[in-house]
């Protein structure tokens, strides 16, 4: 089943399905990677330095057998990276084995103290976060354009940005316009004004956490299963169809054979199937009262994003 693409305000073009590869263990993420590639379909690996499994990432993407030019690899810039954004990418070349990234994003719009007690997630001695609060986004921002100027990536974007930090402390210093913003998106936080935003900036939505996250309520959600039984799809089927079928790109994490399979098949079988009726009553359900995000980081400051946490 051939997998859509959107493309990028810089023509590079980004199949819409990806895997996930947050909270995949490293002696699980080389199989599920390996899987999703050779049997399941799949030629977008979403990643991140933060995940802690970048090694076994690459090392799955070698044993798929796929060509490295026809996969298309995104990873992240953590926190404490900041103010070195070409050596944090150099390292996470050297781990995933390869001489680029299709897709480097800012994880966060926070620069963690690089100096602190922890290299991941530093803390003050009051236990809050340690941000360098006068650290200027557009300085990280720079850097990043740099490594797009030197062909280490292909394209460069950002992840968690609100409108308004890319409003106040991106948008008017940039060269180059983030290609993509990844954020939680689903049908429980669909963000809807966020996303006609960014598309009116040439700034393509992602999303993480489509379905949730674990136990997550969207899988029993009413709607969502009533649309699923009327085309004899899975409840996931019509959560990820959902996405697909508005062009978003969206990444489902699994490292469960079977699932890998079926969230990928079953996206773009629902995505074919959902009318416009379909898509306008799971458009309704967050504000009919469903609206939760499940990711919240405690940063400890306002990053301006609506329903935070």
Known sequence: MQCPKVKLNNGVEIPILGLGTWQSKPNEVTNAVEYALKEAGYRHIDCAWAYGNEEEVGEGIKRSGVPRSEIFITSKLWCTHHHRVEAALDESLAKLDTDYLDLYLVHWPIHLNPNGNHPVFPTRPDGTRDILLDWKQRDTWAQMEAVLKKGKVRAIGVSNFSQCVLEQEILPYAQVVPAVDQLEIHLYNPQHKLVEWLRSKGIEPQAYSPLGSTNSPLLSDETASAI??????????????????????????SVTPARIASNYRGALTAAAKLTKEDIEALDGVAAAGKQKRMIAPPWGIDLGFDNWP
């Open 228 to 253: 699923a039984g009327r085309y004899e799809l899975q409840t996931t089927d019509v959560l990820l169809g959902y996405l697909v079928a508005k062009d978003i790109v969206t990444l489902p994490k």
